[in-house]
T-cell receptor
Framework: DADVTQTPRNRITKTGKRIMLECSQTKGHDRMYWYRQDPGLGLRLIYYSFDVKDINKGEISDGYSVSRQAQAKFSLSLESAIPNQTALYFCATSDPPAGGQETQYFGPGTRLLVL | GENVEQHPSTLSVQEGDSAVIKCTYS??????FPWYKQELGKRPQLIID?????GEKKDQRIAVTLNKTAKHFSLHITETQPEDSAVYFCAARRGTSYGKLTFGQGTILTVHP
């Protein structure tokens, strides 16, 4: 879905470096999410935001921070990267549920390697 | 918090066979259960979902069933095709926690021609 984009798509960094992953969307959705995907662990929620002034921790927020610069932009930062943050990171967006149903639209993912 | 367990982790079937993936959840307040499909190198995409007021939902060759008493739900794919090969994730959401999906660990489905 080209409406949700992530930059960079691949990144190699060293332990201790600060890095930022960016997500942009043109779907007009208020809700945005950051997940990480690890083999055998599925998708785990890092942070989520329901509007520009709303930021919430997910199940694995330690070592991460986020910024919601605008409705369309949601950035994930690793203040001091460590090797176990090596993973595939997905951004996602959604509208508020309609009748209980809520589709999340994922970006293409950012593959991060921390050496 | 919610915990979702998904089985099996890998599933191999012959083209034309059926495939079943099962998930159990821990929070009895969960009331929304989507399934996402992730093809190799691609992003996850919603393929079907079910709410807790429904026991079964079908969409062509895929169906989802829900047993609220036992707290488990399953994805059924009939007449499998090679293009069904992908990783499938189940998820659960508590009724008051819109947006906060808890995903299962994923099932790698391989359909052999």
């Amino acid at each position: 879905d080209a409406d949700v984009t992530q930059t960079p798509r691949n990144r190699i960094t060293k332990t201790g470096k600060r890095i930022m992953l960016e997500c942009s969307q043109t779907k007009g959705h208020d809700r945005m999410y950051w997940y990480r995907q690890d083999p055998g662990l599925g998708l785990r929620l890092i942070y989520y935001s329901f509007d520009v002034k709303d930021i919430n921790k997910g199940e694995i927020s330690d070592g991460y921070s986020v910024s919601r610069q605008a409705q369309a932009k949601f950035s994930l930062s690793l203040e001091s990267a460590i090797p176990n943050q090596t993973a595939l990171y997905f951004c996602a967006t959604s509208d508020p549920p309609a009748g209980g149903q809520e589709t999340q639209y994922f970006g293409p993912g950012t593959r991060l390697l921390v050496l | 918090g919610e915990n979702v367990e998904q089985h099996p982790s890998t599933l191999s079937v012959q083209e034309g066979d059926s495939a079943v993936i099962k998930c159990t959840y821990s929070d009895s307040a969960s009331n929304y259960f989507p399934w996402y499909k992730q093809e190799l190198g691609k992003r996850p995409q919603l393929i079907i979902d079910i709410r807790s007021n429904v026991g079964e939902k079908k969409d062509q060759r895929i169906a989802v069933t829900l047993n609220k008493t036992a707290k488990h739900f399953s994805l059924h794919i009939t007449e499998t095709q090679p293009e069904d090969s992908a990783v499938y994730f189940c998820a659960a959401r508590r009724g008051t926690s819109y947006g906060k999906l808890t995903f299962g660990q994923g099932t790698i489905l391989t359909v052999h021609p």
